[in-house]
């Protein structure tokens, strides 16, 4: 056993929180991995695929499940929040609140739950694209492979059908919030990112044009087990998209959003412009950037792009969006700088790449930890507060992993 002062409490569940939990773990540390989902694997877990080696996340994520799973000093919290945390560096002590799951551990994830379930909700794992039964797996791959019912749409002991279909009596409707206090040396925040609200972009139509969706919900779509089983279908009707364009830097460096750049967008984009071409090979696409920001080896990843005739890169920033009330149809005014004139493109969908939000959680649990004036975290080795992943700003899958192993190492070393 490490001693209290050596053990580590690690919030956030994402990549960049279980590596630390991993690397900090297999070399003794008894560690606390608090995820505030009912799964671990964070955003990445939502991706169709990463770039740049376009395989699918379970690529990463199952391999540090595995050792998750075989590493007894290693305690997960899922569906779970902290409260409070108090104390000081060598002895924080932290107060846990499991929500109610209402599955136990006998769960099997057999799944005749579902259909006894009269109740649906929205299903946020595909950002509100689909719609789950109130008893839900929230998705296929899902660690802990556990089921788990949402309360607020949950009619409760009153219903009960769920109690009835499953076989293992895993369902514990009077299961309730389980509180659980701990003491550790050091706070490690990896909470990570949520996407910039798009409503928020006026003239960029979201949320009043069905066919506008944001980068993030394009992930889903692509998805063989998303909303659409992978085919890229456009949401007022169904219709499969011939033509799409993706506006680059939606609401990021622009100081009535997000002052800052989101660092993968570009990335994200092209990497996505390979999903339509790849479901809909005659569909075009076009991205409108102000910088393509490929730095180092993505390089590669653009110049590849580049070869495909029917992707079109153009610079310049997109004014407005606007829709024909009849077809769906949007057409996307832009600026083309290196043309000198002003485009406007019919296309069947519109791809908003929205930048990364902090998710501001650390400083209402310490008050002395620091933030820029972006809300990102800064690491305070002598308060033991150590921030790693997009907590700290934003960045790939590649770099949140080198700062989970380095938030691992502060964490050991500086005590
Ligand atoms: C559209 C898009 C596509 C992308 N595609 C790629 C790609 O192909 N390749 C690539 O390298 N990068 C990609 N990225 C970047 C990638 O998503 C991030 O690098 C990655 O998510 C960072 O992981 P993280 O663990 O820091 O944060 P997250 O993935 O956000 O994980 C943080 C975790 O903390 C949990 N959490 C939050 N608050 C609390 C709390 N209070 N208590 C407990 N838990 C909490 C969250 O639920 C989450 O599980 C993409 C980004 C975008 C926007």
Known sequence: MTSKKESILVIGGGISGMTTAIEAA???REVFLVETDPYLGGRVARMNKYFPKLCPPWCG?????RRIRQNPKIHVFTYTDVTSIDGEVGGYRATLMERPRMVTEACTSCGDCTPACPVERDD?????????????????MAHPQRYV???AACPGEECGKCVEACKYEAIDLAMKTRETKIEVGKVVFATGWQPYEAEKIDNLGFGKLENVVTNVMMERLAAREGPTGGKILR??????ITSIA??????SRDENHLPY???VCCMASLKQATYVREAHPEASAEIFYIDLRTPGRHEDFLKAREKDEKLTLTK?????ITEDPSTKNLTVVAEDVQGGSLVRREVDMVVLATGMVPNGVARELISTVETDDNGFVASDEKIGVIAAGVTTGPMDVSTSVQQGTAAALKAMISE
């Not at 994520?61 to 499940?65: A, R």
């Not at 949401?235 to 499969?240: A, F, H, L, N």
């Not at 993706?246 to 609401?251: I, K, L, M, N, S």
Request: aromatic share 10%.
């Open 26 to 28: 297999e070399v003794g």
């Open 61 to 65: 994520l199952e391999i540090n499940l």
């Open 124 to 140: 946020d794992f595909n950002y509100g694209m689909a719609r789950t039964k109130a008893i839900y797996l929230p998705f296929m």
């Open 149 to 151: 019912i949402d309360e």
């Open 235 to 240: 949401p007022s009707d169904g219709k499969e």
């Open 246 to 251: 993706f506006v680059q830097c939606a609401g």
């Open 261 to 263: 750049c989101s660092t």
């Open 316 to 320: 310049g920033k997109v004014a407005e």
